[in-house]
């Protein structure tokens, strides 16, 4: 297939795109406006395939996604650009708005267009596949309850409700105008190339350089992980197998509180790092209480059954494999997180088709 990825830069969208050119024969071509999250550094290994194109381009302008699906032809695209940080949320909401909103509504109408004037063939097999996040459920309070694919939407934060908005306008525009759509919904991923103030490698970090690691609360927010590159092959399953209109949940089966996530990162640390910062004899010692966030949901978890029973994806990393094979990821690539840390990744050459 030839598929055009939206926000393959980002953290989710490389992992996604370095699978697909490293064990498929597909055809990508990645289209990011590169925002302060998108890293084209991440697609390194794959960047000089002849099977992959770079377009820097923002979803929400129209004339060049028009002009880019003309040129490209995909067979399938999977949406995956957003902005996806629930404190920069609370912060400053605007951007999610236009970008989650506003953004995936512009590509519904730019893809509409392009997939009417293909033939009866071609327009017949054309896939939609819309990427979302569990968030949209809002919380669970019980300790047995799992998200599942009709549980209603309760979203917390400006992310989550923008992130809510765009899956409802993507099932409307399958409703109302017949567009082939697949949505899915993933739990937190984790994994190399990871953006540096998400937790798992914020706490990485901070416990290399001996600063605090922060934990909202009391730390017992319970998150279910999915490991990345598992994300990716569950997507490529989906967007090859999916049956039109349907959502898949994406988890990985791996529920864990927030604070046992860093207290296992410090006892991987104590392992594959023992040579700590001055004044530190634990890497525990940093761990440090910060008033919680706005808002926090308590627990998510992620009912998976779905995927596993009709497309056959379990996920194949363990929560401990994982975060082992994270934690060595970013000892080994420093260097990749200082020029995030000092914005040089920003300076990367704009490509087109």
Not at 247 to 276: F, M, R, S, W
Request: glycine share 8%; with cysteine; aromatic share 10%.
């Amino acid at each position: 297939m030839r598929i055009l990825i939206t926000g393959g830069a980002g953290f989710i969208g490389s992992a996604l795109i370095r699978h697909l050119l490293q064990n498929t024969e597909h055809e990508v071509l990645n289209l990011d406006k590169l925002t302060y999250a998108g890293n084209l550094e991440s697609l390194t290994p794959v960047a000089d395939s002849p099977r992959y194109r770079f377009l820097h381009a923002d979803i929400a302008d129209s004339e060049r996604v028009t002009t880019a699906l003309a040129e490209f032809q995909p067979d399938a695209i999977m949406h995956l650009a957003a902005e996806s940080h629930v404190d920069r949320s609370i912060d400053g909401p605007a951007a999610f708005i236009q970008t989650n909103i506003v953004g995936t509504y512009s590509l519904l109408e730019s893809t509409r267009a392009y997939w009417l004037g293909l033939d009866a063939e071609r327009k017949a097999a054309f896939r939609f596949h819309h990427i979302s996040t569990d968030e949209v459920y809002g919380d669970l309070h019980g300790v047995d309850d799992l998200f599942s694919e009709t549980t209603p939407y309760a979203p917390s934060s400006p992310y989550s409700a923008s992130k809510a908005a765009s899956d409802h306008l993507v099932r409307a525009w399958q409703r109302t105008y017949g567009l082939p759509v697949l949505i899915t919904n993933c739990s937190n991923n984790y994994g190399p190339y990871h953006f540096p103030e998400k937790l798992i490698p914020l706490m990485i970090l901070n416990a290399l350089a001996g600063k605090p690691l922060p934990v909202y609360g009391n730390g017992q927010q319970v998150r279910d992980w999915l490991y990345v590159e598992d994300h990716a092959r569950a997507l490529l399953k989906v967007v090859s197998a999916g049956k039109v209109g349907e959502t898949y949940n994406i988890g990985g089966h791996n529920e864990q509180k927030n604070l046992d996530v860093v207290k296992a990162i410090c006892a991987l640390l104590e392992e594959l790092a023992p040579q700590k910062p001055a004044g530190i004899t634990r890497y525990e010692e940093l761990i440090t209480y910060v008033q919680d966030r706005p808002g926090h949901d308590l627990r998510y978890a992620i009912d998976a059954s779905k995927i596993e029973r009709e497309l056959g994806w379990v996920p194949q990393e363990t929560f401990e494999s994982g975060l082992r094979k994270t934690v060595q990821w970013y000892l080994d690539n420093l260097d990749w997180c200082g020029r995030v840390h000092d914005g040089s990744y920003q300076g990367q050459r704009l490509g087109a088709l």
